[in-house]
């Protein structure tokens, strides 16, 4: 069945440092991608999401590029900041009627100063 | 604009009792409504998802239920928590479209 892998956390950065985590997914079909966010004590927030592969999507200085070949969707930012600690979800949109979202297991990101 | 509300935000309950959670949706007519699970230090688990009043599907067995009752409401029900119902309860919401928006989500602790 469709699934999505993540990096496993904690990952533990100092500011301004480079952030990548990744996350491959297996699929039937052409899925959409999406990274979600998660702020200490909040609900999820969309990041970023992609369609369709090559796409790259892109907020708040992340991005992800949907890479068929690999399937991947990595989340990358070259400057990681302390307001970025967070825990961040990789999904992806099964093919269908009701938009069903398959989640990664998440990853911590901490951002030290 | 489109807003989405849970309710309580925290609740505290002892195994055995009844659960009623509430989501409400403003500013959209007829959107798809989940509801999430996260176990601590988990994923996302999808329970229950909704595209019309009264139409529930159920992707978990469990001894949870969902209700639709208005086009923007949806409810999570239990008659009887467990311990291990307790977790971070997402509701969200989409157009039909892709995105889905969250929720701020209800943390409950059965004791």
């Known amino acids: 069945g469709d699934s999505v892998t993540q990096m496993e956390g904690p990952v533990t950065l100092s500011e301004e440092a480079f952030l990548t985590i990744n996350c491959t997914y297996t699929?039937?079909?052409?899925?959409?991608l999406f990274w979600y966010v998660q702020y200490p004590g909040e609900g999820l927030q969309l990041l970023l999401k992609a369609t369709k592969a090559d796409d790259k999507g892109s907020n708040k200085g992340f991005e992800a590029t949907y890479r068929k070949e690999t399937t991947s969707f990595h989340l990358e930012k070259g400057s990681v900041q302390v307001s970025d600690s967070a825990v961040y979800f990789c999904?992806?949109?099964?093919?269908?009627?009701?938009?069903?979202?398959?989640f990664g297991a998440g990853t911590r990101l901490a951002v030290h100063p | 604009s489109q807003t989405i509300h849970q309710w309580p935000a925290t609740l505290v309950q002892p195994v055995g009792s009844p659960l009623s959670l509430e989501c409400t949706v403003e500013?959209?007519?007829?959107?798809?409504l989940y509801w999430y699970r996260q176990a601590a230090g988990r994923g996302l688990q999808l329970l229950f998802y909704?595209?019309?009043?009264?139409?529930i599907s159920s992707e978990v067995p469990q001894n949870l239920s969902a209700s639709r009752p208005q086009d923007r409401q949806f409810i999570l029900s239990s008659k009887k928590l467990l311990l291990s119902d307790s977790g971070f309860y997402l509701c969200?919401?989409?157009?039909?479209?892709?995105?889905?928006?969250f929720g701020p989500g209800t943390r409950l602790l059965v004791l």
């Open positions: 500013g959209t007519s007829n959107p798809n």
């Open positions: 999904a992806l949109k099964v093919s269908g009627g009701y938009n069903k979202l398959i």
């Open positions: 699929a039937t079909g052409y899925p959409s």
């Open positions: 909704s595209v019309g009043i009264g139409q």
């Open positions: 969200a919401w989409s157009s039909g479209l892709e995105t889905q928006y």
